[in-house]
């Protein structure tokens, strides 16, 4: 029998430092985190899955803003379990210009506190994280860009 805290997700919390990660990204390559300290802020949005209807809005979304988030010095990232042909063919079809993460093994989603025990998909969380690799934001289900934007301009 196992006790409720050793089955509870532990998300980071804001002022805390974030996981590293590092993963296979599409359309190229792989992106961590350390690529990015000291230089860029970094929104994290983990979705469940590919080419579903809350998730498709969601990458729209970003896709959308992308030149505004870019201003902001920071740069986002869609994240799920799906692997990277499946994030091709997601990117394609709606023409999304943000990098794709593939977490097909899971193992970052659980360093974020964001996929439970026997769950094949991440909960839709984001993290905003600055420059200095620390959580400054944390929000679930789709955000608002506009609130977004606002967050990651007062960051410094």
Known sequence: MTSPNETALQQPKVGEPAPKFSLPAFPSGNVSLDQFAGKKNVILAFYPKDDTPGCTKEM???SEDISHFDEANTVVFGISLDNESSHESFAKKFQ????LLADHT????????????????????????DKNGVVQHVQEG???NAKLLEIVRKIK
């Open 142 to 144: 789709i955000p608002e």
């Open 60 to 62: 729209c979304a970003f």
């Open 106 to 129: 899971g193992e970052t989603a659980k360093k974020y506190g964001v996929l439970g025990a026997g769950k094949s998909t991440a909960s839709r969380v984001l993290f905003v994280i």
């Open 96 to 99: 999304l210009k943000q990098t």
